[in-house]
């Protein structure tokens, strides 16, 4: 079994779309093996976003997502869970996401694109440790 990290972001949860891409994810198939709403701080959203540091969006995209809460959550399948959950994702511009993909059916802007997925397995994993440490590191 594989897992990845999803984040129904605040644009998602403002607009009462989370129990729609929840649906989505879950009719799917995959299962939802831990879950939090949180209101994620810049320290937090720093962190998580710090491949996009120094780019023109980056304090946007951290405003943005630190804004109001998310609803995060770790997926589990039997394979490529990542990818299965990008493509459901749809492109990062909405104006370019496919019908039938969360952003091509459900969003406008490319800043407020309602759900980040993890893009590769490595990512998975360290995004995974970075929002839910309890699960992945030994009690001390
Ligand atoms: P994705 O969320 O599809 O993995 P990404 O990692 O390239 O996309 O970028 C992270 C987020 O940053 C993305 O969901 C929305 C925002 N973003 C990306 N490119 C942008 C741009 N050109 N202008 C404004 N926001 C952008
Ligand atoms: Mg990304």
């Known amino acids: 079994m594989e897992k990845t990290l999803v984040i129904i972001k605040p644009d998602a949860v403002e607009r009462g779309l989370a129990g729609e891409i929840i649906s989505r994810l879950?009719?799917?198939g995959l299962k939802i093996v831990a879950c939090e709403l949180r209101l994620i701080d810049k320290?937090?959203?720093r962190r998580h976003y710090k491949e996009h540091?120094?780019?023109t969006f980056y304090d946007?995209?951290?405003d943005?997502?630190?804004r109001s809460p998310s609803f995060v959550m770790v997926l589990e399948g039997p394979g490529e869970t990542w990818k299965i959950v990008r493509n459901m994702m749809g492109a990062t511009d909405p104006a370019e996401a496919a019908p039938g993909t969360i952003r091509g059916d459900l969003a406008l802007e490319v800043t407020e694109?309602?759900?980040h997925g993890s893009d590769s397995q490595d990512a998975a994993?360290?995004?995974i440790e970075l929002f839910f440490p309890q699960f992945?590191?030994?009690a001390s």
């Open 26 to 28: 879950t009719n799917k």
């Open 64 to 66: 943005f997502i630190t």
């Open 60 to 62: 946007e995209l951290v």
């Open 53 to 55: 540091e120094g780019k």
């Open 125 to 127: 994993q360290a995004e």
């Open 113 to 115: 694109n309602l759900i």
């Open 136 to 138: 992945t590191k030994p």
């Open 43 to 45: 320290d937090l959203a």
